[in-house]
């Protein structure tokens, strides 16, 4: 069984359209992140979830919304899409609470704005 | 405010040669560290945390307080450890846990 999932894998877009990715995870973890991995592989962490709050907020433009409907769930809602949001998008989850912390990753998803 | 610095973009080694790639931290608390790999194409995955003192894939690391270091070794690279290296750190900030990563480091080994 799959541990962390997105969709869409990839997604093609013109700029100024709305899209969103889904990420759902199976592991029972109370936190869920956001991360943005650029074409240089720098990987920054966008937003973090923790039981559907709001728990960080990294610098990132308000056109990025996320949204948890549930533990289990964190959506990435992306307005006005421009070229410099071209990146691979994972999501994230780990456990809160307990040792270790490990963060489970998804397969990413793959955005190209042309 | 934490902080960790990969300060390699990239590392080539022949195979069979012993692999080390840095990384260093900043936290004014106990940290705890990770090592997350990243094979071509693939999602990020855990390599090994410094709190179970584990070896993975024949890859080890040592935390060093004094030296605020992490260090990822391998006594003798293989061609399938070619790789994106991203050394991570966990903190708190607000009560919540706080993860940062580096930038990582890209190692090629070269048959």
């Known amino acids: 069984d799959t541990a962390v999932s997105q969709t869409p894998k990839y997604l093609v877009t013109q700029m100024g359209n709305d899209k969103s990715i889904k990420c759902e995870q199976n592991?029972?973890?109370?936190?869920m992140y956001w991360y943005k991995q650029d074409s240089k592989k720098f990987l920054k962490i966008m937003f973090s979830?923790?039981?559907?709050?709001?728990?960080i907020n990294e610098t990132v433009p308000n056109r990025f919304s996320p949204k948890s409907p549930d533990k289990a769930h964190l959506n990435l809602h992306i307005n006005s899409l421009e070229l410099g949001d071209s990146a691979v998008y994972f999501c994230a989850s780990s456990q809160l609470a307990g040792v270790g912390k490990t963060q489970y990753f998804g397969p990413g998803t793959r955005l190209l704005v042309l | 405010a934490q902080r960790v610095t990969q300060p390699e973009k990239l590392l080539s080694v022949f195979k069979g040669a012993p692999v080390e790639l840095k990384c260093n931290y900043s936290y004014s608390g106990s940290p705890e560290l990770f090592w997350y790999v990243q094979y071509s194409r693939q999602r990020l995955q855990l390599l090994l945390r410094h709190i179970s003192r584990e070896s993975i894939k024949g890859f080890t690391a040592d935390l060093n307080k004094g030296e605020t270091s992490f260090h990822l070794k391998k006594p003798f690279a293989q061609e399938e450890d070619s790789a994106m290296y991203y050394c991570a750190l966990t903190g708190y900030s607000g009560g919540y846990q706080k993860v940062t990563f580096g930038t990582g480091t890209k190692l090629q080994v070269i048959p």
């Open positions: 979830y923790n039981n559907k709050e709001l728990i």
């Open positions: 592991l029972g973890h109370d936190t």
